[in-house]
């Protein structure tokens, strides 16, 4: 950016992707759904406005989808196999590749909010279960307790596959949903960001870890291209890097944010098993919300002061 010029704002949030059946969508549902999603991006685009950063920006947006138990993410976590809440999230910027990553956290109110103390204030970009719990009691973070993370729908979820070795997503009867949420944001100084917290996957046993916490899985975000976050099955956007891929094919080969997004999603992502969807934001304030399932819930306010929110394609 020349000094004083100003870059246009931009943000994008999501609240998972997925099978969804839009005959399972009740009117009342789908209103709370895009209630929470306007209230999360206005919170994160009212920081852009007051000239706040862009990692301030995601990180507002994406406490108050943790804060809501619509989402699997903070308060609305799935379950594990052990009938507890173990949360994963990331922080990242991209105008110094600053980075900071929980993993495994249990209690802790605001995932991405611990995540971005890591980045600031412990020396290291990924912390872990009972570690991470320590450092968060040191940084005095919010701590609640396992009633706050109690969730019926969820426990019904979770007991339809206690104690066997099957692994969900979270779901309804017929749908399969990936409920992590995430926000990606353009400043006023032209700084990138990106955060993504979730709860995983229902019933997962042996500390398994998503894509959600992964620097380049999940969640990346670099001046030079652009600012990422994904929503779904973790294990192949780990395989296939996806976030960090949408930069690589931006910054070597010279591609669009949409064109690489494109490519990412549709084509890199499939072979894997890689259902799921992403939300970029690009230096120019370009957005781009993709998904190659049925749906995403999303929303974004442009730089033209534009919001949209929506589930379907
Ligand atoms: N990507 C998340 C994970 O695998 C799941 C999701 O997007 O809901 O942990």
Known sequence: ????????????????????????????????YRAALGRAVRSGHQVLLAGGSSLDAVEA????LEDSPLFNAGRGSVFNAQGLHEMDAA??????????????????????????????RSGHVLLSGRGAFEFAHQQRVELEDDAYFFDQLRHDQWQEVRGTAAVRLDHSEGEKKFGTVGAVALDAHGNLAAATSTG????KR????????????????????????????????????????????MAY?????????????????????????????????????????????????????????????
């Open 1 to 32: 950016m020349m000094p004083g010029a100003k870059s246009p704002l931009a943000i994008a949030v999501h609240g998972g992707a997925g099978t969804l059946d839009p005959a399972l969508m009740t009117p009342d549902k789908e209103a709370a």
């Open 61 to 64: 947006a994406v406490r108050v």
């Open 91 to 120: 922080v990242m910027r991209g105008s110094d590749l600053g980075t900071g990553a929980v993993a495994g956290v249990q209690n802790v109110k605001n995932p991405v909010s611990l995540a971005r103390r890591v980045m600031e």
């Open 200 to 203: 995983g996957m229902t019933n």
């Open 206 to 249: 042996w500390g398994r870890i998503g894509d959600s916490p992964v620097p380049g899985a999940g969640t990346y975000a670099n001046n030079a291209t652009c600012a990422v976050s994904c929503t779904g099955n973790g294990e192949a956007f780990l395989r296939a890097v996806a976030a960090h891929d949408v930069h690589a094919l």
């Open 253 to 313: 080969k010279g591609l669009s944010l949409q064109e690489a997004v494109r490519t990412v999603v549709h084509e890199k992502l499939p072979p894997l098993d890689g259902e799921g969807g992403l939300i970029a934001v690009d230096r120019q304030g370009h957005l781009v919300l993709d998904f190659n399932c049925t749906g995403m819930y999303r929303a974004s306010i442009n730089a033209q002061g534009v919001e949209q929110a929506a589930i379907f394609r």
